[in-house]
């Protein structure tokens, strides 16, 4: 899972009932459009996020371009907290073969000729 995944999973799981428009999800993970989109579309692709338009009378009246709202599903919030919990253990373990190679020299002596 990428971090950018991460940051938009972390966005949606802020407030899981709410629903979110795309450039209010960019704002709260620190992503461009760009990145966020086709995240969104990922996501609803398999599951775990959902969307619908907005009303055409409240962007009318509003003047401004229609909005696509976001909101993560149950079982969405459910597989992404699991995935982000993994994805932080998998942080705390040392990498392969890590804990078996130590400083080859250890200390100050370490740069006397």
């Not at 899981?16 to 692709?45: F, V, W």
């Not at 055409?56 to 599903?73: C, L, N, Q």
Request: proline share 8%.
């Amino acid at each position: 899972m990428t971090l950018q995944t991460q940051l938009v999973l972390r966005a949606l799981l802020e407030n899981p009932d709410r629903q979110r428009y795309g450039l209010e999800l960019c704002e709260l993970a620190g992503l461009p459009s760009g990145t966020i989109y086709p995240i969104l579309a990922r996501l609803e692709q398999t599951g775990w996020v959902e969307s619908i338009w907005e009303d055409p009378a409240v962007y009318e009246k509003s003047g401004r371009p229609r909005r696509r709202f976001y909101r993560i599903t149950h079982e969405g919030a459910e597989q992404a907290l699991e995935a982000l919990a993994r994805v932080y253990r998998s942080r705390r373990q040392p990498l392969p073969g890590w804990a078996a190679v130590g400083p080859a020299v250890e200390g100050p002596d370490r740069f006397k000729g």
